[in-house]
Every structure is written in C-alpha cells, then in structure tokens.
C-alpha cells in the first residue's frame, strides 16, 4: 500500500511540475513574443518618421547632459514641419520633435543635440533640473491647446513611447514657466499621464479610429 501512495505522490508530482514548466513556457514566449511585438512597433514607427534636422541653424549643437524629461509645445499658429524649423531658425532656437496637422512626426535636430526650447528661469511646476539640457521637446502644430487633434495626440503618445521616456518624465511647457499659456501642452501631456499603461496601438485605435468619440482628457 505504501509503495502505491508513493508511486501516486510521485505521479502528482510529476504532474504538477510539467504543469508548471508549461505555464513558465508558456509566460516565456509570451513576454518573447511581447518584446518582438514592442521592438516591431519600434521599427515601423521609426521607418514613419522625416528627418529634417539638417534644415535647423541653431547657433550651438551640443550634447545633451541627460535626456531625462520630455516637454510638449503648441506652435500657437499653422503651416508644415518646415516652417516651423525656419521660424525657430530666425529665432536662435531649436527643438527635437514637430508633430504635423497629419499627425506626422519630424526630427527637426541631429540625435542627442540640446534644443533651446524649455530653458528658463521662472521655474513653475516642473522638476528644477527640467532645463535644454537634460529635455527633449515636440513642437506640435496648432493654434493653442484647444485645437490639438486626436491624431496629434496618438502621434505624440508613440513618440513618448518610441522615445522610452516615464510617465511622469513628460511636461506641458504650461507647467514649465510662468510666461507660457497655463494649457501649453495639457491635453496631450493629460492623455499620457491617464493612460500611460496603454500601448500606442490601443491608443491610436482609441484617438483616431474612435476619434468621434474622443474626450480632451480621458
């Protein structure tokens, strides 16, 4: 009797260690997978991007000290990508990103260049060591806050995503300095932070293909 307990607990315990290397296989290949997912996306939103760095004059390209924050721009009128590089040119400045009407992303400096976009003094809500140096920043086309599109918001979450930055590493230049409307950057920077655990494909299902249903800070 003894020798048949043994042989059954020897039995269920084979059988619980095959269950369990099935389900560690199985979670195995699912992060594999997830990974191979995140590293396609990855890929395909870097083969949609425009570089258009070489158009931008800023007096001084420097490295970044420490690209550790990210801060969200509305150009405050129309036009394309290159117009906006051209105005900024005029004016001694420079940033990494512009998002289109289209919801196009453009590099607009060389990687790893400091952009004169987010320096200031009248320091408001933002981390202290918020500065050029230690900040990338996206210039997104529109008038103010109220005309971002559902579009440039999903274009502005892949990015952020693209770019590997966390959820509380992104700012609206509105919460950088006094000087700036108050809404600079809210409804974009309000989505991310709402819904930070979402991938940029459920988001862009979520903004563009649902765009009738779209709520500015959901």
């Known amino acids: 009797m003894a020798k048949h307990v043994k042989l059954f607990e020897g039995w269920l315990s084979d059988l619980a260690q095959g269950l369990s290397n099935a389900i560690t296989g199985r979670q195995e ?18 083969d949609q991007i425009t570089d258009i760095s070489v158009k931008a004059t800023q ?42 009407r ?8 060389p990687d790893g260049v400091i952009g004169w976009h987010a320096g200031h003094k009248d320091q408001k809500d933002a981390p202290t060591d918020l500065q050029n140096q230690t900040a990338q920043g ?8 109220a005309d971002i599109l559902p579009v440039q918001v999903a274009a502005a979450f892949g990015l952020m995503k693209y770019l590997g930055y ?3 590493a992104v700012w609206g230049h509105g919460e ?19 819904n930070f655990d979402k991938t ?17 800070y959901a």
Request: aromatic content about 8%; proline content about 3%.
């Open 29 to 46: 290949a699912e992060t594999e997978d997830t990974a191979q997912s995140s590293e396609e996306w990855k890929n395909e939103f870097e």
């Open 59 to 100: 007096p001084k390209m420097e490295p970044m000290k420490d690209d550790k924050y990210f801060v969200v721009h509305h150009t405050a009128g129309r036009g394309t990508a290159e117009d906006v590089v051209k105005i900024l040119n005029d004016r001694g400045l420079g940033v990494q990103w512009v998002i289109d």
């Open 102 to 109: 289209q919801g196009k992303v453009f590099q607009t400096l």
């Open 138 to 145: 996206v210039e997104v086309i529109a008038s103010n806050d």
């Open 166 to 168: 966390e959820k509380d």
């Open 176 to 194: 950088v300095t006094h000087n700036k409307e108050a809404t600079e950057g809210k409804t974009i920077v309000d989505y991310w932070r709402a």
């Open 200 to 216: 940029p494909e459920e988001v862009t299902k979520e903004l563009v293909d649902n765009a009738a249903s779209f709520s500015r």
